[in-house]
């Protein structure tokens, strides 16, 4: 009867642990790729899922951006950090569509940074300016892919798991130690 209620402790204490547990996800982002037809992949930009409200032209300001990479394919200069604008966005459908840009994505001209936006708004093909450094490349073949990107999250029962695993250990160590000590009396 002691073991019975021994591991039905175990258990509640356990039980406790994974409520007074908080959870370690994260809020679900966006990452959109930039790709050209003649050069491959030119980078991506990450946002928080919080930022777009569902709406068609769904303007994001640069400042919300969570990670930055362009890599210019002619030069090899990478673009890595965040400057002034905002992208605009149709928000409506189940990911995100960037339709253009003002301003830029880094530095505060072409030469230092990264600009784009449709050769036919609204949906056109798109236009995409690397700076590098000294002057900027054009890309007018560049698609747009949108992905979800979700933190991995701390599955419910392993604090449940974890406590009852203490809690087992315990009272192993406990019977062990009383056999000892029973022994040595003996």
Known sequence: MKNLLAAAGAL????LIAIATPSLATAATYQFDATSAAYGFLGDIEYDSSVFNG??????????????????PISGNVITTVGTGAVIFDSSGPLPI??????????????NGVGFGPVNPPLGPFYLSIGTGTDDNGYYDVTWTAEVVSATPLPAALPLFAGGLSAMSLLGWRRKRKGAASLAAA
């Open 12 to 15: 509640a204490v356990g039980g």
């Open 55 to 72: 709406s068609l032209s769904d303007a994001v300001s640069n400042t919300n951006i969570l990670e930055l990479y362009f890599k210019d």
């Open 98 to 111: 960037v339709l253009e840009l003002t301003g830029y994505l880094a530095g505060n001209s072409p030469a």
